[in-house]
């Protein structure tokens, strides 16, 4: 079946640790993006992807980093710089050109032990 | 940055009735969405609307573009159990770089 898949579905970092999220998705999709979700908020953009090798900031980029070296994947790290990265974390895709929708994974639960 | 005002913030209902939640924006966009969130799950998108005053139904959701194209609304109908969940609107940010601006959500709770 076609969709995007999220790993691992619960995460814990230790102090000044980096942790890497992963998303894959085969829906053949040029765009990715990654969002963070907290309690009672809505998603707010990390990073983004229109094309391979290529990747834009978010909002609040601070403390992540992305690649995007293969057009299905689109891995994120939490960075240790990132002191309050407790969240869910949420990778879309889209087809890219004007007004395409995105669709979600099912998230990765990031939380400090 | 563009920002979205959803409310109600959250709604408890009795199983049947219909529900009506809304956003607002102080701009104009061409694309509004919506979709749910079910809990530990990313959300899905339920309808997606293209044109001012489009109305489009999917089931028992009805969801419109405002004819200002600064708001939508959506509605469900004879609500169920499994219609519980947090809605969230969204549109697509002008300028054709495909980013999305959420709402804060309408949290869904239906009672039996």
């Known amino acids: 079946d076609g969709g995007i898949t999220q790993s691992p579905k619960y995460l814990f970092r230790k102090e000044g640790q980096n942790v890497t999220l992963s998303c894959e998705q085969n829906l053949n999709h040029d765009a990715m993006y990654w969002y963070r979700q907290d309690p009672g908020q809505g998603l707010r953009l990390i990073y983004y992807s229109q094309i391979v090798n290529d990747f834009q900031k978010g909002d609040i980029a601070e403390g992540y980093s992305v690649s995007r070296e293969k057009k299905e994947s689109f891995p994120l790290t939490v960075t240790s710089a990132q002191k309050n990265p407790t969240a869910f974390y949420l990778c879309?895709?889209?087809?890219?050109?004007?007004?395409?929708?995105?669709?979600f994974g099912d998230g990765t639960r990031l939380s400090i032990l | 940055g563009q920002q979205l005002n959803q409310s109600p913030q959250s709604m408890f209902i009795q199983e049947g009735e219909d529900v009506s939640m809304n956003c607002t924006s102080s701009?104009?966009?061409?694309?509004w969405l919506w979709y749910k969130q079910e809990p530990g799950e990313g959300p899905v998108l339920l309808i997606a609307?293209?044109?001012?005053?489009e109305l489009t139904s999917n089931g028992r959701l009805t969801a419109q573009f405002g004819i200002t194209r600064k708001d939508s609304f959506l509605n469900i109908s004879a609500s169920i159990p499994s219609d519980v969940g947090i809605y969230f609107c969204?549109?697509?940010?002008?300028?054709?770089?495909?980013?999305?601006?959420f709402g804060k959500g309408t949290k869904l709770t239906v009672n039996p």
């Open positions: 879309a895709s889209s087809h890219t050109g004007s007004n395409q929708p995105q669709h």
């Open positions: 969204a549109i697509l940010r002008l300028g054709g770089s495909e980013k999305l601006v």
């Open positions: 701009s104009i966009f061409n694309t």
């Open positions: 609307l293209y044109k001012a005053g």
